[in-house]
């Protein structure tokens, strides 16, 4: 052989164990070292990586990781294999060792970690671009693989089971094993666990929720479009739902589960979608003796009690210790009342029906009482009484009616009371004035012809700054353009250029109590709706604060908003145009068939539920009609005019509020009498939206069955439907006696009775026996997933 060709050939042989190591894939008795930084997996597709990963000084875990950095930081992590015992930064290896072990020794001293496994084949380990990290022999039998083992993120494709569960970190920079854990328990129901060395409690979904599932399997899978699906019947969509790039399941180290999903434009990582919006309702949030409250636009805040002090100064876990001793002598002890302050659990019991007095003296009769709740229902004539042993668990709601009462030291109970001032929210603006002595009449004298002689000259001051303030509007304006398409995402339109695009409003393809809707064709030739606001009298601040909020709500059944104007009198928002109208304008149509109104219905329930549950602010309808679900080129449906009513109204009386934020027809009862507002009025809407979707019949017309008791007008379909349903006994073709003709008989006659059944589910007369919409999008999504599993999915 020639000597140069012999010479290139010895070349490469050496160099291919070396470069080798950057690769995807290592074989037996091969090690990685975590002094050299070229000695890392990475999968084909160059997405994951996996090596050695700094925690701290001097300590490295073995970790894969997106290869992207979020914003230009650190890379995300997906896994860990010793995230408690973390190795030195000196001689560490892994090493797949020939007898088909995978270990990681420190300092090369002992293994930290292991799999454990073995095989008389060669064995070979390969990071698959899905993130997996997986240990096969030469047959291509899976001997270990990380998918089996997570840590606090859950990937597309990769199964959590009974034997596996999600742990969070300890904190942001701590990745230690945390104190919240996300698993199957017992009955075979997914739960969100908060475990630590002094409490375990569960927290999500919420214990006084029944739960129960005829299914014995334990699992639950993402997949790449943003579905969540578990063996407990417990599912969700991502807002972005769809093709992505790249989506993660995350337990963070707060205790709450999101959904991550990367925004490439954006080089970050979005969330779109979480399992509780309330930061203060996870557990051990803020540590014993402390309560959590929620603050716009800053999150969650933890303070101590009064007379309590912070245990930790850079942990809140740790919670809060007393300042003072408590005697056991009731005598010495008094109370301090906590307004809309509210602890979970270990209480020693309920005491219903009990005076405040009777509560207080229950409390002091017990040395170890540290608290009680007492609440009394106006409307049930109902009273309740929780002494509490353990304060954990607190958080401060508006939502609470009643209050905590926290026993302290009598001799220190007037000291602590200046704290409470803290926990009250001042509406007036009047304030005790000191007494002051009359001044006397010379100086009175004075102080007048002073004001006289300058009153003019302040005149002459107020004109000529307003003369400057009238010039440097519309630089403000200009400021306030960028900061908003910063925040928000969409563009500021003058009031000139929506005139143009709608060719002096000449198109009108929408009207409603909040406004007129005309078709326009903006600058960049997009196609759009756009909505002038009825006159209001909100400020522009107020305003933009609640567009801000609106715009940044993202689903793909709610309808999407481009842009906004405000000048003067102005208000006007510019929303994406659908080209099949409104579901009222086509309910008459022959173009909406069963499937096209199934679809129509969930997809409804699924943007309403995102509205009251998902999303990051809460937001409520209040004016939920075929007129407000606009059908796209598919008749996708899209809820709209959400938040508008806020918009406009915040600042009105109840009665008022009441008046203009429903659609005679589909208004609940809690309008009518005047009653607490909630969710739950959307939900009444959209069940008299589905029945009218299924029988063709508006719910103030084409039902002839008149109620001689007086009922409103919305109750007559209600009714009429319930009565043919109650009639299934005898009468086997009720569905043909209600359902609209156009449908004629193809429907499916078992998916058409679940719809019925739920959309009278959510018209009761009583709120609280009306379901949430989030369990109404679940309901009519395990009709979908029973009608199509055999054709897609996982079964579980």
Known sequence: MDLPVLFLLLSLSFSFPLSSLSLDTIHEGTSLSIEKSEDILISPDGVFSAGFYSVGDNAYCYAIWFNKPSHGKIQTVI?????????????????????????????????????????LSSVHLYLYNTGNLVLQNMEGLTLWESFDFPT??????????????????????????????????????????????????????????????DNNSRIAVLDTFGNFSSSDDFTFMAADYGPK????????????????????????????????QSPCKIYGICGANSFCSYIVGSDRKCSCLPGYKMKNLTDWSDGCEPEFHLSCNGNESGFLMLPRVQFIGYDYEKWSNSTFDECKNLCLQRCDCKAFHHTFFREDRYSSCYAKMRLRNGYRSPDFQGGLYLRLPESNLFSYANS?????????????????????????????????????????????????????????????????????????????????ATKDFNEEIGRGAGGIVYKGVLPDNRVAAIKCINESNQGEGEFLAEVSIIGRINHINLIEMWGYCTEGKHRLLVYEYMENGTLAQNLSSHALDWKKRFDIALGTAKGLAYLHEECLEWVLHC?????????????????????????????????????????????????????????????????????????????????????????????RLVAWVREKRNEAAAMTSWLEEIVDPILESSYEKGKMETLITVALQCVEEEKDARPSMGQVAEMLLRQEDDSHSDDHGINL
């Open 79 to 119: 896994w860990m294999a010793n995230r408690d015992h973390p190795v030195n930064g000196r001689s560490s290896k892994l090493s797949l060792l020939k007898t088909g072990n995978l270990i990681l020794s420190d300092a090369g001293k002992f293994t930290v970690w292991a799999t454990n496994t073995q095989s």
């Open 152 to 213: 606090d993120t859950l990937l597309p494709q990769q199964l959590l089971t009974r034997n596996t569960r999600l742990v969070s970190s300890r904190s942001q920079t701590n990745y230690s094993s945390g104190f919240y854990k996300l698993f199957f328990d017992n009955n075979n129901l997914l739960r969100l666990l908060y475990d630590s060395l002094e409490d375990s409690s569960l927290y999500w979904p919420d214990p006084w929720i029944v739960r129960y599932t």
């Open 245 to 276: 790039l790249h989506r993660r399941l995350r337990i963070d180290y707060d205790g709450d589960v999101r959904l991550y999903s990367w925004d490439e434009e954006g080089q970050t990582w979005l969330v779109s979608w979480q399992a509780i």
């Open 420 to 500: 409470v001032q803290d926990f009250t929210l001042v509406c007036s603006s009047n304030r005790t004035r000191n007494k002051r002595s009359q001044p006397e009449n010379g100086i009175v004298k004075f102080m007048l012809w002073f004001a006289c002689g300058v009153g003019g000259l302040e005149i002459i001051c107020i004109f000529l700054i307003w003369c400057l303030l009238s010039r440097t509007q519309q630089a403000s304006s200009v400021d306030k353009q960028g900061y908003l398409v910063a925040v928000t995402g969409f563009r500021r339109f003058t009031y000139a250029e929506l005139k143009k």
């Open 623 to 715: 004016d939920v009609k075929p007129h407000n679900i606009l059908l796209d080129s598919n008749y996708q449906p899209k809820v709209a005019d959400f938040g508008l009513s806020k918009l406009q109204n915040r600042n009105l009386e109840k009665a008022s509020f009441s008046r203009i934020r429903g659609t005679r027809g589909y208004m609940a009862p809690e309008w009518v009498f005047n009653l607490p507002i909630t969710s739950k009025v959307d939900v009444y809407s959209y069940g008299i939206v589905v029945l009218e979707m299924v029988t063709g019949k508006g719910p103030t017309k084409g039902v002839h069955a008149i109620d001689s008791g007086g009922e409103t007008e919305p109750k």
